[in-house]
């Protein structure tokens, strides 16, 4: 009995020494904050703690660095949890794609086969346009030439 | 970004007549507006709104692809040429031999859209091919 008593008061004490010897909230803070603000591909970081829970926000290149963040915040000493609102912005829209020439000129054929007074010229996905067009048949024309995704119409048609 | 100001009203437009998959690109002075619109006449208010923007569209500086979303119920087409008839072709192509023709204001069946610009038809009459999607329209 005597022995369990010794041990469980030997436990206290050394629990209650640990938890003094806990790193404070702010002091975590600071941490965490010294070794994100070291990785270079991070910006408009912040860092909150709340008993050893740490959150953390700001923009982040890609996935791959988000993951990092997370990592290096969980290893700084005191941190029980991280809570990661770090966001990792849209890629970018992938480049227009320009109908190659011979697949561009063989559409344009067909979409102006109808507008006889129309001539067309097809170089380096530019179509050119020239001749005459009634008013009311040019929307039907641009909008037949647009969709066979040129990389530009010159439309030099005179309009009558 | 200024042809994007530029034509700020028509991408408005686009957002406001719910065109889905809408795409804004400039790329070497060209703005590339595609997506895709729930009925022809939200297609044809926008290319409105091009023109008045850019009357007669002689300044080169956009390309404008709005699709019509067909449903795939939809099973029979209207010819919508001028006044002629309207050749079906054994393949998609002007250059393909034509296989049939169907009367301006005819509706016929549609089989596939085997592409944007050609539709996969039948006639009444069981003549079957290609048609040019553009004199031709969905039937509600």
Redesign the interface.
């Given at each position: 009995m005597k022995i369990t008593k010794v041990l469980m008061a030997v436990a206290i004490v050394t629990t209650t020494g640990f938890l003094s010897c806990k790193p404070k909230d702010a002091d975590i803070k600071s941490a965490v904050e010294a070794k994100l603000n070291a990785k270079p591909d991070m910006s408009g970081t912040m860092v909150s703690v709340t008993d050893g829970v740490a959150t953390i926000s700001g923009e982040c290149k890609d996935e791959t660095c988000k993951a990092d963040c997370e990592k290096l915040t969980s290893e700084v000493k005191g941190v029980k949890s991280v809570v990661n609102n770090l966001t990792v912005p849209p890629p970018p829209p992938p480049p227009v794609a320009v109908t190659v020439d011979d697949t561009l000129k063989s559409g344009v054929n067909d979409a102006l086969k109808d507008f006889t007074t129309v001539t067309a010229e097809v170089i380096d996905g530019v179509v050119t346009l020239t001749g005459t067009i009634k008013k009311t048949e040019l929307p039907k024309v641009m909008m037949a030439l647009s969709s066979l995704k040129p990389k530009k119409i010159e439309n030099k048609l005179t309009v009558k | 970004m200024a042809l994007q100001d530029k034509y700020k009203a028509l991408t408005d437009a686009a957002t406001t007549a719910g065109v889905t998959d809408l795409?804004v690109?400039e790329?070497?002075g060209?703005l590339?507006v595609d997506g895709t619109a729930s009925t022809g006449s939200v297609?044809?208010e926008l290319?409105k709104v091009y023109?008045s923007i850019d009357p007669?569209?002689?300044s080169?500086d956009l390309?404008?692809?709005v699709?019509v979303n067909v449903d795939a119920s939809v099973t029979k087409v209207k010819v919508t040429?001028?006044s002629?008839n309207l050749n079906i072709r054994k393949g998609p192509?002007?250059?393909q031999p034509i296989v049939g023709k169907a009367a301006h204001g005819e509706v016929i069946t549609l089989i596939s859209q085997s592409s944007?610009?050609?539709w996969l038809v039948r006639t009444d009459d069981g003549e079957e091919g290609y048609a040019?999607a553009?004199y031709l329209t969905p039937e509600a």
């Open positions: - | 795409q690109r790329q070497d060209v590339y297609k044809d290319w023109d007669n569209f002689t080169g390309v404008l692809n699709k040429t001028e002629t192509g002007t250059d944007e610009q050609w040019y553009m």
